[in-house]
């Protein structure tokens, strides 16, 4: 038999954790089947069931990707992941345009009468 722990955030600071004791062989996508703690019906029946995930992957091991055919071994966590709501490339450019150029980043500390960014 072999140990996994599984966890799961449906909201920032909300974090739920199962551990389940499954067979050896177990598929990531098993594992979620037999998880008690929440309902998976949403996530067994999205589009995030395919052979390999991508972006806004469903699971990962240890922070990565796998697919739900990813076969698990002895004492495994198992992240399942929610979908990105914003690019992060976006986000950023926003925030940066929010702060302007001498507040954020290269641009924080600027020597006394040179250039922004020097």
């Not at 996994?4 to 177990?26: A, D, F, N």
């Not at 309902?39 to 067994?44: A, E, K, P, T």
Request: charged share 25%; with cysteine.
């Amino acid at each position: 038999m072999i140990k996994v722990l599984i966890c799961h955030s449906p909201q920032p600071r909300v974090v739920y954790k199962e551990e389940l004791i499954l067979s050896p062989g177990t598929t990531v996508l098993e594992a979620l089947q037999a998880l008690r703690s929440f309902d998976n019906s949403v996530f067994l029946e999205s589009p995030y069931v395919s052979p390999r995930l991508k972006i806004g992957h469903l699971a990962s091991v240890w922070s990565r990707p796998v697919a739900l055919t990813h076969v698990l071994r002895d004492l495994d966590r198992i992240e399942i992941l929610r979908p990105i709501k914003v690019d992060p490339k976006v986000a950023r450019r926003e925030r940066f345009k929010k702060q302007g150029t001498k507040g954020a980043g290269l641009f924080a500390k600027q020597r006394p009468g040179s250039k922004a960014g020097y």
